[in-house]
């Protein structure tokens, strides 16, 4: 009879132990809650530790991204009622705004019929 898989008595963790890393883990966590830091100070925290690993301080700034930087789509767009489609001036308002353009450009009709 083999003895790889299957129950085997007294095998793997005892019960109540904890890793290493989780009790290190827990005891930070009570300290930062005995220090009155919210989780995402805690969190960030974590993060900005250079003596932390690696992958812990990922962990940390992927936990902490959703509460510091929104997404995208849930930010309301509102259109200002100044703004106008091109299509929605007027001839003169067009005009206008190419003179504005030229102005900032420098160049003006005269030149560029003579530069082709």
Partial sequence: MSNRGGYRPNAGRKKGSVASHRKLANEATVRAIGEGMTPLEYLLNIMRN?????????????????YVHPRLSSLAVEKDPGNRAITELSDEELYAMLGHLKEIVGTDDDEQQTSH
């Fill in 50 to 66: 250079v003596t932390e690993d690696a992958d812990r301080r990922l962990d940390a700034a992927k936990a902490a991204a959703p």
